[in-house]
């Protein structure tokens, strides 16, 4: 897995506002959409295009345009349901499919609960959206999902990422022939014994959405 730590100054400013736990609920939402318009246009670097005339009111030139398959935005319900709408701000064309999944919190083990992707991958690119990677367990079932239906290049995109979760991931999906490129806004230091992100912000869905 290529691992792309995006740590602007800009993000690191805001991920230091996202962490502080006074930060309310609605700035928190609007920090995170923020966050995710900065990564994304890193994440996007590699986007697919095909070239395409156009004409200017001066003279025809060749630019480009996003490829079809258009690419698809998997945000990671509950909490990566927060990084949609900054996402598709800048990919404007881009197809929406969801899965739902959440973390059981005595085993850490992801489980899935809604699952609403097309059955057909090839030839897509996808980009993940879940703020946090903390064991691995949820992004890594959720490539699995991905690399099921045919994907065949994947961008997962992360506010925060714990070493353990990355190591993890990097294990687990030794061996794949689908590239997988990890962006996130920092590495933090470790994960503690409820699998929560060290320093990281707590629970991200909850900051999010409130306790359910
Ligand atoms: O790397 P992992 O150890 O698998 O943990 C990361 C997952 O935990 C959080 O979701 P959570 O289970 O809290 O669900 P929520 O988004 O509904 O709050 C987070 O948004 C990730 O999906
Ligand atoms: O620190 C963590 C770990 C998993 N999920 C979160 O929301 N926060
Ligand atoms: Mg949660």
């Not at 309310?24 to 609007?30: M, V």
């Not at 994440?43 to 095909?50: I, K, L, W």
């Not at 699952?115 to 959206?129: A, F, H, I, T």
């Not at 890594?140 to 997962?156: K, P, S």
Request: net charge negative.
């Amino acid at each position: 897995m290529r691992v792309h730590v995006a740590d602007h100054r800009l993000i690191t400013h805001k991920l230091t506002y996202l962490r502080d736990e006074r930060t309310d609920s609605p700035t928190f939402r609007r920090l995170v959409e923020e966050l995710v318009t900065l990564l994304a246009y890193e994440a996007t670097r590699d986007v697919r295009t095909e070239p395409v005339e156009i004409r200017t009111p001066v003279a025809t030139t060749t630019g480009i345009k996003l490829s079809s398959p258009k690419p698809l935005v998997v945000p990671i319900l509950r909490a990566g349901l927060g990084m949609l709408d900054g996402m598709v701000r800048i990919l404007p064309s881009a197809e929406v499919g969801f899965l739902g999944m959440v973390r059981n919190e005595e085993t850490l083990a992801a489980v899935t609960y809604a699952n609403r992707l097309p059955d057909d991958l090839s030839g897509r690119q996808c980009y993940v959206l879940d703020p946090m990677l903390a064991t691995g367990g949820t992004l890594v079932m959720a490539i699995q999902y991905l690399v099921e239906r045919g994907a065949d290049d994947i961008t997962a995109i992360t506010l925060l990422a714990a070493p353990e979760g990355i190591a993890h991931v990097e294990q687990e999906l030794a061996g794949l022939d689908v590239p997988v490129t990890l962006v996130t806004g920092a590495v933090d230091e470790r994960l503690n014994e409820h699998g929560y992100i060290v320093p990281g912000l707590g629970d991200a869905g909850d900051r999010l959405y409130g306790v359910v």
